[in-house]
């Protein structure tokens, strides 16, 4: 009852922040991009082609992680990022245990390339509770294709087979493209043997880090990996009939995901609340509140509550609530009312 009650506050709370634009809570979900550098220069991403620069140093981000204590619940959720974050293994291994002495959830994104079983370990030991793979297709050219490398397959299967094998958790993160689309249930019905694997199905956007990205008055979609209305019918299809417990998307997401893949602008329905939800921290020190938005401070230059609460952090959630961009179907960062609250 007491979780219900708390979560009816934060969506009263989200809700007057989404109006206003004023901070009025503070976000659940804190994605932390430790460098934009990349192994992989996948067809759906655009950050390897000009990272920005790595500028926070570790005492740096030590104090913004000790700022995260002073106004964020413990059930706030970290999600270590990038690029590949663990081309900045070093400074991970020594920031993930301040992190863990406070926040419950601590997650690490990987195209698992760098994943050995001494790193794992050593991920294991530092307090790390999922690694999040991306894994698109059980068939090895259709993997390579969309991450543009020949040696991702084997390197994410690797990982996978490591993983496994260790007390972390494994979230498979599968990104719905017309080149794997058919090849999924395939991928979901024998990972699924795996005890601690989980999917997290995601939708096709924009190009991750592109010059376009960044305008919000237009969406510039990935054409040539867009599954044809057949295909998605049919997969879609699938999902509702095998309902597998491992898909942590729920039931109204998967709909909407549909949805936008048969009809993209049919999201604008939905409200954006990335604003009220999400703190993303970019490796320049950069504090966002969208990934395709302006900054609104710095952690290197002010406290990250003060930052919560600026002028310029009231603009953007503003900002955000006019924007034109399709992306809020992704991460659950829409709002159409209670319902949403009640199913999981």
Known sequence: MIKILNKIKRKGLSEVSYVSGDYRVPPTFITVNITFSCNFNCRSCSAWKSPTPDNVSEADWLKFICDLFKIFPRDAFVELSGGEPLLKKDLLLKIIPEFKKYFTSVSLNTNGSLISQELVAELEKAGVN??????????????????????AYDKAINALNIITKSKIELEIGAMVAKQNIDSLPELITNLSRHQKVVFNLQALDESYKSEESHNREGNFLLSELWPTKEQTKKFFSWLYQNRNPKIKNILVNLKLMEKYYLDPPSVMSLRCFTGQK???????????????????????EGNIGQILKS???????????????????????????LKELFIR
């Open 278 to 300: 999400n703190l993303i921290i970019n490796p320049d020190g950069g504090v966002y509140l969208c990934l395709k938005g302006r900054p609104i401070g710095n952690i290197t």
């Open 130 to 151: 999922i690694i999040k793979l991306s894994l698109y297709s059980l068939d090895k050219d259709v993997h390579n294709f969309l991450r543009q490398t020949d040696i």
């Open 311 to 337: 002028p310029s952090a009231k603009q953007e959630r503003l900002a955000i609530k006019t924007c034109k961009k399709y992306c809020r179907i992704k991460g659950f960062n829409h709002f159409r009312g």
